[in-house]
């Protein structure tokens, strides 16, 4: 009977000491390896024992073997085969080897790892961020509120945009004043600033500062009307709607910062709250919220709450109407529904209302910009 030829596997060989990779050819044994230096002709002997493997677990990979502790002599090999010749000639070391056929095992697994990463940051972002963001927005400091409103404010409100006529600000500023009374618990330094622009719009930043744009002062036809529109931004604050929803779009990091009370970040965030405050759109239940709480909150304060309704109506005409007039309703859009809300709760009893700025022209104050 003829003898069996041990198959022969080319290879290169390292030893550990310099970067040549010199030619070698290996046989397998079912004790060890037998490694032939191609150009010198010497032949080492590796034992499986000593043997492990360290490369050639995926596909396209060559395999590479390596004996001795840290920096020892390496073998690799170019065809995969190899392995498979190994696990079969020395059964009893074939668990220290991978074997090639795990190779699409191995892809696929890997496969199946990314995709469930990828589906876990997905749930994350759709689900967790948003879940965090709002835990967060009910337990952070006010002081980090008020940084964080005062740096989107450099950026919506900077001071050449600001009408700073004195008096006519103080006018507003007694409004306000008469308005939070009704809320002596709070610990929000409000604030309302003007801005010379023909929008109709108003807003509120975490913190407690009201923007008011021009062209919603010039379309108030008495201080109650406008009273109706602080009392409904001073809710949104109160409900930190919009510090919850400017967490929403920000990083972990940024998360656990706000939960931290750490300002040290806020002011190069700045950039990116305003960018969300400048398009916020709130949802219907922070609205209906701000409406119902902005309606009592001037119910408290002996304020007619049928300015508030006055507005909201003559808002809700402008429906359709296209330029700057009609974006309050992007964004605060007055539903026939929260209307009639409103209108009940307004019919409630309540003490007989106080009169705003009875001795002060209403027309002189929205001229505030300097504008006729």
Same mark, same amino acid.
């Given at each position: 009977? =003829?003898?069996?030829?041990?198959?022969?596997?080319?290879?290169? *060989?390292?030893?550990?000491?310099?970067?040549?990779?010199? =030619?070698? #050819?290996?046989?397998?044994?079912?004790?060890?390896?037998?490694?032939?230096?191609?150009?010198?002709?010497?032949?080492?002997?590796? =034992?499986?024992? !000593?043997?492990?493997?360290?490369?050639?677990?995926?596909?396209?990979?060559?395999?590479?073997?390596?004996?001795?502790?840290?920096?020892?002599?390496?073998?690799?090999?170019?065809?995969?085969?190899?392995?498979?010749?190994?696990?079969?000639?020395?059964?009893?070391?074939?668990?220290?080897?991978?074997?090639?056929?795990? #190779?699409?095992?191995?892809?696929?697994?890997?496969?199946?790892?990314?995709?469930?990463?990828?589906?876990?940051?997905?749930?994350? *972002?759709?689900?967790?961020?948003?879940?965090?963001?709002?835990?967060?927005?009910?337990?952070?400091?006010?002081?980090?509120?008020?940084?964080?409103?005062?740096?989107?404010?450099?950026?919506?409100?900077?001071?050449?945009?600001?009408?700073?006529?004195?008096? #006519?600000?103080?006018?507003?500023?007694?409004?306000?004043?008469?308005?939070?009374? @009704?809320?002596?618990?709070?610990?929000? =330094?409000?604030?309302?600033?003007?801005?010379?622009?023909?929008?109709?719009?108003?807003?509120?930043?975490?913190?407690?500062?009201?923007?008011?744009?021009?062209?919603?002062?010039?379309?108030?036809?008495?201080?109650?009307?406008?009273?109706?529109?602080?009392?409904?931004?001073?809710?949104?604050?109160?409900?930190?709607?919009?510090?919850?929803?400017?967490? #929403?779009?920000?990083?972990?990091?940024?998360?656990?910062?706000?939960?931290?009370?750490?300002?040290?970040?806020?002011? /190069?965030?700045?950039?990116?709250?305003?960018?969300?405050?400048?398009?916020?759109?709130?949802?219907? !239940?922070?609205?209906?919220?701000?409406?119902?709480?902005?309606?009592?909150?001037?119910?408290?304060? @002996?304020?007619?709450?049928?300015?508030?309704?006055?507005?909201?109506?003559?808002?809700?005409?402008?429906?359709?109407?296209?330029?700057?007039?009609?974006?309050?309703?992007?964004?605060?859009?007055?539903?026939?529904?929260?209307?009639?809300?409103?209108?009940?709760?307004? /019919?409630?009893?309540?003490?007989?209302?106080?009169?705003?700025?009875?001795?002060? !022209?209403?027309?002189?104050?929205?001229?505030?910009?300097?504008?006729?």
């Amino acid at each position: 009977m =003829p003898a069996i030829t041990a198959r022969v596997w080319d290879a290169h *060989y390292l030893d550990g000491r310099t970067a040549v990779r010199r =030619p070698a #050819r290996v046989t397998i044994g079912r004790t060890g390896l037998e490694v032939t230096l191609t150009e010198e002709g010497r032949t080492l002997r590796w =034992p499986l024992s !000593e043997v492990r493997q360290t490369q050639g677990f995926y596909e396209g990979e060559q395999v590479r073997l390596e004996r001795g502790r840290g920096v020892g002599d390496v073998l690799v090999i170019g065809d995969a085969a190899f392995l498979g010749a190994l696990r079969g000639t020395a059964s009893e070391a074939a668990s220290a080897f991978h074997g090639p056929s795990r #190779r699409r095992f191995v892809l696929a697994v890997g496969a199946l790892a990314t995709l469930a990463t990828l589906a876990v940051a997905a749930a994350l *972002y759709v689900w967790g961020i948003p879940r965090l963001a709002d835990v967060a927005a009910a337990r952070v400091p006010v002081s980090w509120e008020v940084a964080l409103g005062e740096a989107a404010m450099a950026h919506l409100a900077p001071a050449a945009r600001r009408c700073a006529d004195a008096e #006519r600000q103080h006018r507003i500023d007694e409004i306000m004043a008469t308005l939070l009374r @009704a809320a002596p618990e709070s610990r929000y =330094p409000f604030r309302v600033t003007v801005i010379d622009h023909p929008m109709v719009n108003a807003f509120a930043t975490p913190g407690g500062f009201v923007v008011l744009f021009r062209g919603l002062l010039e379309r108030t036809e008495n201080a109650e009307e406008l009273a109706g529109v602080l009392a409904h931004e001073i809710q949104h604050v109160l409900h930190r709607d919009a510090t919850r929803a400017i967490l #929403r779009q920000a990083s972990t990091g940024v998360l656990v910062a706000a939960l931290a009370g750490d300002v040290t970040g806020v002011m /190069a965030f700045g950039v990116q709250s305003a960018r969300v405050l400048g398009d916020l759109h709130h949802g219907r !239940e922070a609205e209906r919220a701000a409406d119902v709480d902005g309606l009592r909150m001037l119910q408290a304060a @002996a304020v007619d709450p049928a300015g508030m309704l006055a507005f909201f109506r003559a808002m809700q005409r402008l429906e359709g109407t296209p330029g700057v007039a009609a974006r309050y309703l992007s964004t605060h859009p007055a539903s026939s529904d929260r209307l009639q809300t409103l209108t009940a709760l307004a /019919a409630a009893p309540a003490r007989p209302p106080v009169k705003l700025l009875p001795d002060y !022209e209403w027309s002189d104050v929205t001229r505030i910009c300097g504008r006729r």
